[in-house]
Every structure is written in structure tokens, then in C-alpha cells.
């Protein structure tokens, strides 16, 4: 089984596709089998770049995305990109599949592009979404770019995946800038408005400009540029803009802490599930479990001590309750 990963990822590091597909298929079952394939890519990744890229529905992040990606590739580099999607609460599935709208892209062989679905209704990343990530940066795409719709918690969620973050804005959301949650200003590094081509670009970038000033903290002035991803303009130098930040967070040590964070993050996140799964499911699939919820509803007991002391016994702290017993 080893040697299986192995091999494929042998195939992903020379851009066969299918391989690195592959390679996401397994992560994404979770379990067992993205712990071996992830223990066998794990020595290979570390060397990617990653960019989220968030922003409103329709601020056109697929079609920047796009450019950005020629723009790397022209240069060439190895390009992986990452779309998060709200998931469907009915269908459990990404709503838009894999990126029609990327075209012409899915014929590069140094780009691999993949949809993945949300955690719920109210984002957040779905738990293969590093998984992909680490296999991308494995296989040996030189930048990963995490695209995120700004909505719930995933934007929020990318920053913890992501060494640097763009957020997209337009002109035209109504009361412009107002209309970007203060809580996305907090996570970006550099800023672009997109449809600059578009009238009210330049106030909608000021009024930007304005509100990132009034950040109390304010460190260095975090760059705005004024994009149009559909005509190409202003393109070039926001990917020189993006690199020149990346170097910025590189040089002063914030990139490393960064990393640290994300991989205490995600280490954190695969002891919580183990402790959920080996402790708490069976808790909770027990006939003693359903029985005292019936004592707490009934008020003959209280959930509080027997909470405490249910942590205390299963921590080593004592004889242990007897789970399955009725
Ligand atoms: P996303 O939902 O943020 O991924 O947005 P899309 O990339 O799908 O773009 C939404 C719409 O905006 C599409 O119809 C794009 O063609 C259009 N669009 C994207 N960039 C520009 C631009 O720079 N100028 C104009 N006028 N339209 C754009």
C-alpha cells in the first residue's frame, strides 16, 4: 500500500494529474488512509507558496485567478489551485463543480485545479482541504492558490491555510466598501478592487484605503491596487505585488510564525477528532449516556459534575464508567 503512494507520488511529481487526483481521492476518505498517504507526502511538502484569494460572490476571483495563474505559469512555475465551495446542505456536494469557468486552464499540464465542498452550511474548510494542499505542495506546485467565496467562516478559514491572503473587492456593491465585512479587512495582506474598467473603481479603492487606515494596529500601509482580470489590466503588477508581500512576511519572520501556527492548528484539529471518535462516540452511542440525559432532564441530577467527572475518569482519573453497560 506504501509503495502505491509512493509511486503516486512519483507520477504527481512529474505532473502526471491523475495521479495527484488520486493522491486528493485518498486524503479526501479520510480515516486511516489520508493518515498513510499524508505520513508518505509529508517529508516532501513546506516548499509551496500559498495565496488565498477571498472576496465577495460575482468580485470575479475565478476569472483573477485565472490571470494570475497565466501570469505564474508564464514564468514557469507550477500552479495548484483550490476552490472552496459553499456545500449544498442537501447534496453534501461543491454547488460548482470542477471549474467549468477555468476552461482553457485544465489543458496545462503545470495547472491542477480542484473544487472542494465546505464544512456545513456556514463554511469553514472541510478537514481534506490542508490534506489537498500538503498533496499539491508534495507533488511540487510551486504555488497553491486557495480560492474562497466571502462568505462565513471559510474566508477566515483560509487565512489559517494560507502564507498570504488577497482580498477582492468591486465597485458597485451598493454602499461600496461597506458592503466587505470588517472581518475580511482583518485577515488581508494586499487588497485589489476588480472591474476596475468599471466606473467608481477609484472611490471604491480610496474608501478601502480609508477603512484599512482606521485599523488601530496599524503596521505598514497594506497595498490596494486597482485590477481588471477580464481585460488583463493591472494584473502583472499585482502578482508582483503578491510575491514582493510574500517576501515582506518571509524577511520579517512573520511567515514562519505563520507555518508554526497553522501546523499547531492542524495538529490540534487531529487530536480533537481522534478524542471524538475514540472517546466521545462511544459515549455517546451508550444506553448509560441516553440515561442520564434523562436524569439531567428530570432535574434528579445535575449535567455539571457529572460532566467534570466523566473528563476525570476517562483522563486516567479513575475506575472509568462502564460505557456499554445498561
Ligand atoms: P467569482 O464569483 O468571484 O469567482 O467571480 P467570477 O470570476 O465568476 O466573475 C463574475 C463575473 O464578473 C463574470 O461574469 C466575469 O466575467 C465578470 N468579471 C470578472 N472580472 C471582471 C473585470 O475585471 N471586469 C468586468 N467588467 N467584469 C469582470
New binding site residues.
Given amino acids: 500500500m506504501t509503495d502505491d503512494f509512493a509511486a503516486l507520488l512519483e507520477r504527481g511529481r512529474t505532473g502526471d494529474k491523475r495521479a495527484v487526483a488520486r493522491l486528493i481521492s485518498h486524503i479526501e476518505q479520510g480515516g486511516e488512509m489520508a493518515r498513510s498517504v499524508l505520513t508518505q507526502l509529508w517529508p516532501h511538502t513546506g516548499r509551496a507558496r500559498i495565496f488565498g484569494i477571498t472576496?465577495?460572490?460575482?468580485?470575479?476571483?475565478?476569472?483573477?485567478?485565472?490571470a494570475l495563474t497565466k501570469f505564474w505559469r508564464a514564468k514557469g512555475l507550477r500552479v495548484g489551485i483550490i476552490a472552496v465551495d459553499p456545500t449544498s446542505p442537501f447534496t453534501g456536494g461543491a454547488i460548482l463543480g470542477d471549474r467549468v469557468?477555468m476552461g482553457d486552464l485544465t489543458l496545462d499540464t503545470g495547472v491542477f485545479i480542484r473544487s472542494m465542498g465546505t464544512r456545513g452550511q456556514l463554511g469553514g474548510l472541510s478537514p481534506a482541504t490542508a490534506g489537498a494542499v500538503h498533496a499539491l505542495d508534495a507533488c511540487g506546485y510551486d504555488l497553491i492558490l486557495l480560492?474562497t467565496?466571502g462568505v462565513g467562516q471559510s474566508e477566515v478559514a483560509v487565512m489559517e491555510i494560507a502564507d498570504l491572503v488577497l482580498v477582492?473587492n468591486v465597485p458597485g456593491l451598493g454602499d461600496d466598501v461597506q458592503a466587505i465585512k470588517a472581518g475580511i479587512l482583518e485577515i488581508g495582506d494586499l487588497f485589489a478592487v476588480?472591474?476596475?474598467?468599471?466606473p467608481g473603481a477609484d472611490r471604491t479603492a480610496n474608501e478601502l484605503r480609508a477603512m484599512l487606515e482606521l485599523g488601530e494596529e496599524e503596521k505598514r500601509p497594506l497595498p490596494v491596487l486597482l485590477?481588471?482580470?477580464?481585460?488583463g489590466t493591472g494584473v502583472t503588477e499585482l502578482c508582483e505585488e503578491l510575491e514582493r508581500q510574500y517576501l515582506l512576511l518571509d524577511g520579517n519572520g512573520e511567515l514562519a510564525r505563520r507555518r508554526a501556527l497553522r501546523l499547531r492548528s492542524e495538529l490540534l484539529t487531529l487530536v480533537r477528532e481522534g478524542i471524538e471518535q475514540r472517546l466521545l462516540r462511544p459515549l455517546l452511542d451508550s444506553p448509560m449516556f441516553a440515561q442520564s440525559l434523562e436524569r439531567f432532564q428530570s432535574r434528579t441530577e445535575s449535567p455539571y459534575r457529572w460532566a467534570e467527572e466523566f473528563v476525570t475518569q476517562i483522563s486516567g482519573g479513575g475506575p472509568g464508567y462502564e460505557l456499554h453497560k445498561s
Fill in positions: 472576496g465577495p460572490p460575482g468580485a470575479g476571483k475565478s476569472t483573477l485567478t485565472n469557468r480560492e467565496v477582492l476588480n472591474k476596475a474598467d468599471r485590477v481588471s482580470a477580464s481585460q
